[in-house]
């Protein structure tokens, strides 16, 4: 059991540090503290449609496994 807690607390460390990362990568929507630090800059470039749908589908997969280490350590506490 030691084993399995110690290696969620790893994978719960390394998801939240990568989820952090996904986040700060996407495209600001206007607004909020994005305009504050010049976000507000609209570029003519236009952004691909397909890399903000996958970083979208990367972000919530990796949201996913850091709420499932989250129950998983929750049990382990509850039941061990």
């Known amino acids: 059991m030691d084993v399995l807690h110690i290696a969620l607390q790893v994978m719960l460390v390394v998801t939240g540090l990568f989820l952090v990362l996904l986040i700060l990568m996407h495209k600001g929507q206007g607004g909020g503290m994005s305009e504050m630090f010049g976000g507000s800059m609209q570029s003519t470039m236009g ?25 998983g350590l929750g049990l382990l506490t509850r039941f061990a």
């Open 47 to 71: 952004g691909s449609s397909v890399a903000e749908r996958n970083l979208n589908r990367i972000t919530i997969t990796v949201a996913l496994v850091w709420l499932a280490c989250i129950v």
